[in-house]
């Protein structure tokens, strides 16, 4: 790998973060989010793995000794440590006390976008490792990030991101694995340990990767797999031990909610098709996979396979679930680590007609543009606005009540008085101190986390608008100055090996 390639991935990481920064909402209205936040202060404050109480109110996670524990996997709490320890030293030096409570959550929240940042730097290398033209392998991976739900996702204090980041560092260490790496191999394994400590089923992973290793007939990559994997297996059975008293038992065996077993065929026509949850509807661009998939088959059938393999053995767990809509999710939550199965490959893919370009090219835009509303409008906001009017719209499969319906009529209403105001054609509409909820307060603007401050008061209007100037302008240039360099690759013929 060539300096200039480390570094074109290195300008497209940092654009993705600064974009992803611009547009992140800085609020945490979910329930997942918040115990992972519990956790975090937890383990900061109360060095425990307890949290304070029964948060998700669910007994299945009482532990042996009566205390409440975290259905998550720990590796997401951990991550968030850094995050909310600056979120408190932010918060110090705020006047207005429900602000300054709010902080730390929203500094913690905004941690989701250094592991999107990440898996667009993994993805790119993972594309050039696999022979992708450079190029190719830079528009891929900015794709990855803004044409699918992982945009809005990025936004939020979900898991899913992290379990992504690391289910891809692990393919990518399994790349060079099969090339006689033992360091590639070791990664691998440890980076889908660390997966499994953050969602526990990403165990599932571990045999397709390990089999892709094998293929290449390398006995002591697998021990060094192995190797990676160890350790992070123990931790996880260890800390399952000390909260249930099994080193197998992490709390969703004696939960109901999930439904493990149920009918297969609802939960895949609901992660395909409903209004709800459908991955066509929420990421356009998974229309175009086989075609990618196609192209790369022509190339390397090992990496078809893992890739299929991949996201075919999580389609089947997550379909087979009651709960395959993920609680009160934007989009098909559940399948956002596995997006980059069906979207890396079209870095292979070159149509050929000119109609066929312009119909991918218009696939692509869509995609793009559908994920506004849910970067734009906090979808757990809109819900609970319709749930005081007396509407249950929580997991409601209707048409009328799709989360990407609500949430563009939601960005219709709040969006043009929001430009109004920075435009300085309307007044700042500010939020009175003493409301009883920040989140119900700051519902009908925009859910992006400078516009908030400034309708909190905590910064000006100028210093607002400066912010996202600067934010916008910086990931614009650093993502055009990312894919120039991998354009200069392509020049001097470095794709990645074969």
């Known amino acids: ?34 115990v992972a936040f519990d956790l975090t202060e937890s383990l900061v404050i109360r060095h425990s793995i307890a949290t304070s109480r029964d948060v998700i109110g669910n007994e ?13 996997g720990i590796a997401q709490s951990i ?94 260490g399994a790349v060079h694995a099969r090339r006689g790496s033992r360091t590639g191999a070791i990664v691998s394994g440890a980076m889908l340990g660390l997966a499994a400590l953050t969602r526990h089923e990403m165990f599932l992973a571990v045999p397709l990767v390990a089999a892709f290793i094998a293929a290449a007939r390398r ?38 909610v999930p439904g ?69 999710s934007y989009g098909p939550r559940y399948l956002v680590p596995l997006l980059p199965a069906l979207i890396l490959p079209l ?38 606005a319709l749930a005081r009017q007396g509407e249950t719209v929580a997991q409601d499969l209707r048409w009328s009540r799709a989360p990407l319906l609500l949430n563009a009529r939601a960005a219709i209403d709040v969006v043009p008085p929001a430009l109004a105001t920075l435009a300085w054609l ?7 101190g003493g409301v009883a909820s920040l989140n119900d307060a700051l519902a009908s603007t925009p859910d992006l986390w400078w516009n908030s401050l400034m309708v909190l008061g905590v910064i000006g209007r100028g210093l607002a608008l400066t912010v996202a100037v600067v934010l916008l302008a910086a990931g614009v240039f650093a993502i055009r100055r990312g894919r120039l360099l991998a354009a200069g690759l392509d020049a001097h013929g470095l794709a990645g090996p074969a």
């Not at 060539?2 to 570094?7: L, N, P």
């Open 1 to 34: 790998m060539t300096r200039s390639a480390h570094a074109a991935g290195a300008w497209i990481a940092m654009g993705v973060a600064a974009l992803c920064l611009l547009t992140a909402g800085g609020s945490m209205t979910t329930t997942d989010a918040v």
């Open 60 to 72: 299945a996670y009482r532990g042996v000794d009566g205390r409440y524990y975290s259905p998550f």
């Open 79 to 172: 991550w968030n440590v850094p995050f909310y320890l600056a979120g408190r030293l932010a918060a110090r030096g705020v006047a207005r006390a429900d602000t300054a409570a709010a902080i730390p959550k929203a500094v913690v929240a905004l941690g989701t976008i250094p592991a999107v940042a990440l898996l667009a730097w993994c993805a790119f290398h993972l594309m050039l490792a696999l022979g992708a033209a450079p190029s190719r392998a830079a528009d891929t991976a900015i794709l990855l990030v803004f044409a699918t739900p992982l945009w809005p996702y990025s936004r939020f204090g979900f898991n899913q991101p992290l379990a992504a980041l690391l289910l891809w560092t692990a393919v990518l």
């Open 219 to 256: 006995p002591r990559a697998i021990v060094a797999f192995a190797a990676g994997l160890a350790p992070m297996a123990a931790a996880w059975g260890a800390y399952n031990w000390i909260r249930f008293g099994s080193v197998l038992e992490s709390g969703y065996l004696r939960d109901r």
């Open 260 to 328: 493990l077993g149920t009918t297969f065929a609802g939960g895949a026509v609901g992660l395909l098709f409903s209004p709800y949850s459908s991955l066509f509807l929420y990421c356009p661009i998974a229309l175009l996979a086989v075609f990618g998939l196609a192209a790369l088959w022509r190339r390397d059938r090992g990496a078809v396979l893992l890739f299929v393999s991949l996201a075919a053995a999580f389609f089947v767990l997550y379909a087979s679930l009651a709960n395959w809509m993920a609680g009160r």
């Open 347 to 384: 870095a292979w893919w070159r149509p050929e007609r000119r109609v066929t370009r312009a119909l991918a090219a218009a696939v692509v835009a869509l995609s793009i543009a559908v994920q506004l509303p849910g970067v734009l409008v906090d979808y757990s906001k809109v819900r609970v």
């Open 426 to 432: 309307r007044p700042v509409q500010r939020v009175p």
